[in-house]
């Protein structure tokens, strides 16, 4: 059955190190994996897709790469802020009318000053 | 002005009671969807609509039922409410153009 990992439930590092988190995929040919994330009672907030034609994809500090031979992504933030301290989710799909994702469990990750 | 809102933010019930959650997007889009987030924070998908089509019903006990009366809307009904339901339920919504979701704040359901 297709499963996905997230691979580590909380993450802590210091302010201004760069945080990664990792995302692994078995059973499953995704078109796109997606980042999320989400705050203590509150909805999951999209940060980036990432298409399985695209190694690398940058967005402000975030940056994600996809590695659909080794079925992995990396997800970086770097310069790293309190601010920043959330779960992040990620999440893999196809394209499809069906529109479905399926979601890791999420890493937790504390900043601390 | 809030583009996935839910309704309630909050529902607290008995084992054995029917209730309701509502949903309303503001986004045009035409998928919507509902989740069940459990203890462990793992985020499964229960169901989604297209143009107010059920295209997506994965393994959910009968007991849930969700209506979209038009594109903006997609509520959820459950019947006969048991302890395991309990969990924060999260709407979402979705564009054909893109592969983006937008989720609601949720609801969190406690049942006693």
């Known amino acids: 059955s297709q499963k996905i990992e997230q691979n580590s439930e909380a993450l802590n590092i210091q302010e201004g190190k760069t945080a990664t988190l990792t995302c692994n995929y078995t059973?499953?040919?995704?078109?796109?994996l997606q980042w999320y994330r989400q705050d203590p009672g509150r909805g999951p907030v999209f940060l980036l897709l990432?298409?399985?034609?695209?190694k690398e994809k940058r967005k402000e500090r975030l940056k994600v790469t996809f590695d659909t031979t080794l079925k992995q992504s990396l997800f970086h933030i770097t310069a790293s802020q309190p601010a920043d301290s959330a779960t992040y989710l990620c999440?893999?799909?196809?394209?499809?009318?069906?529109?479905?994702?399926?979601f890791g469990s999420g890493t937790r990750l504390s900043i601390r000053p | 002005d809030t583009a996935v809102s839910q309704t309630p933010k909050y529902l607290v019930t008995q084992m054995g009671n029917d209730k309701s959650i509502k949903c309303e997007q503001n986004l045009g889009h035409d998928t919507m969807y509902w989740y069940k987030q459990d203890s462990k924070k793992f985020l499964k998908i229960m169901f989604s609509y297209n143009n107010k089509e059920l295209i997506i019903n994965e393994t959910v006990p009968n007991r849930f039922s969700p209506k979209s009366p038009d594109k903006a809307h997609l509520n959820l009904h459950i019947n006969s409410l048991e302890l395991g339901d309990s969990a924060v339920y999260f709407c979402a919504t979705a564009s054909r153009k893109s592969n983006e979701q937008y989720f609601g704040p949720g609801t969190r359901l406690t049942v006693t």
């Open positions: 990432i298409r399985e034609n695209e």
């Open positions: 999440a893999l799909g196809r394209e499809s009318s069906a529109s479905k994702i399926i």
């Open positions: 059973n499953y040919s995704p078109a796109y």
